[in-house]
């Protein structure tokens, strides 16, 4: 029995060889002939979902690996520097989440023969992860504290905390979308 995580994991894959599959065909339309295509690509359903869907999850991945990154760099600080710590960890995970989220939208989005702006890209994602705390704050009253709640309640809320931030990325990188020179 295959589980949830692997069935998203399969979509995803999917949905990223079939946007660099229509990126190929479209770059050998435009070969055939000698020249490129002129004006903005064409904007791709399946890429924008492999974007969104992509930045989410490695955005999950990327705040917990970055906890681990903070939490190792922050383990010689005396005990009484706890709070300190924990702010560092946290700050940590989310930076690694933010270049998580921008660096797969940028890669999914850049393939092919087309390309667009990584910085463009990462201020999406700042504005994204901005909306996402304000709406964190007025919905959920912050963040849940880690002995209550339930684990599907936490995932739910991490899915949704990262994919703010991929959506405001995704719609930063295609609006910077241009065809590779």
């Given at each position: ?51 969104v ?29 706890d ?99």
């Amino acid at each position: 029995m295959i589980g949830l995580g692997a069935v998203r994991l399969l979509v995803l894959l999917a949905l990223c060889a079939s946007a660099a599959h229509a990126q190929r065909v479209l770059a050998t339309v435009g070969a055939q002939d000698g020249t490129l295509p002129q004006g903005r690509p064409e904007l791709r359903y399946e890429r924008v979902g492999a974007e969104v869907a992509g930045g989410t999850y490695a955005g999950v991945a990327g705040y917990f690996i970055g906890r681990g990154v903070g939490t190792v760099a922050t383990s010689m600080m005396s005990p009484d520097r706890d709070r300190l710590r924990d702010q560092i960890v946290d700050a940590v995970g989310w930076t690694g989440a933010a270049f998580a989220i921008g660096g797969t939208v940028y890669a999914i989005g850049d393939m092919g023969s087309e390309t667009g702006s990584f910085r463009t890209t990462m201020a999406g994602v700042a504005a994204g992860a901005t909306v996402s705390l304000a709406l964190s704050k007025l919905v959920f009253q912050g963040r849940i504290p880690a002995d209550e709640g339930s684990a599907k309640r936490k995932w739910l809320m991490a899915t949704l905390e990262c994919s703010l931030p991929a959506i405001g990325g995704t719609i930063a990188f295609n609006s910077s979308r241009r065809w590779q020179r």
